[in-house]
């Protein structure tokens, strides 16, 4: 089966973090213009794998995955950054185990620079994150509540 995942676009990187806790024999496969995860997780170390076409190239030697007792993050580094993705997937139909992570989701400014080293923050994070979630990466409040419940931050833990 697949595992559920979410998904947000930056500047420079698209992250998909699927929710699938306590991965064995995880494999991320990254390609020009797709994904191929596959794990064993969860409580009954059910198979789990997702194939899927991306909406846009991405540069799959600078993409990464990061494992974590809850999740698997990947940050996809796009092969032309700046340009914003209207969905993750190369189709239009809806995906049915992807949605849209609203809690860290933004629009984001094609002019401005600001995001442009949300790839950096990633890589940054990779090496400081402990197994425990994930730091506010913009460090400040949401204005838009897109999600329309809670405060915009992730869930504690336990
Ligand atoms: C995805 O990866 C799995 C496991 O590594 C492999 O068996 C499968 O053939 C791959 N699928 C595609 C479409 O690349």
Request: aromatic share 8%; charged share 35%.
């Amino acid at each position: 089966a697949a595992a559920t995942a979410k998904w947000y676009d930056r500047r420079d990187s698209v992250f998909i973090e699927f929710c699938v806790g306590d991965t064995k024999d995880l494999k991320v496969r990254f390609e020009q213009s797709s994904i191929n995860f596959s794990c064993l997780g969860g409580p009954e170390k059910a198979k789990h794998q997702n194939v899927l076409d991306l909406y846009g190239d991405i540069d799959h030697k600078e993409s990464k995955h990061r494992r974590t007792d809850r999740s698997v993050l990947c940050c996809l580094k796009k092969a032309v950054a700046g340009r914003s993705w209207p969905r993750l997937s190369k189709d239009k139909g809806k995906v049915t185990w992807l949605s849209v992570d609203f809690n860290n989701w933004k629009d984001w400014d094609e002019d401005s620079d600001e995001d442009l080293s949300s790839f950096d923050k990633f890589s940054e994070m990779m090496n400081t994150m402990g197994g425990d979630g994930l730091p506010d990466m913009e460090g400040g409040d949401e204005e838009h509540g897109v999600a329309g419940s809670g405060d915009g931050k992730m869930p504690d833990p336990e």
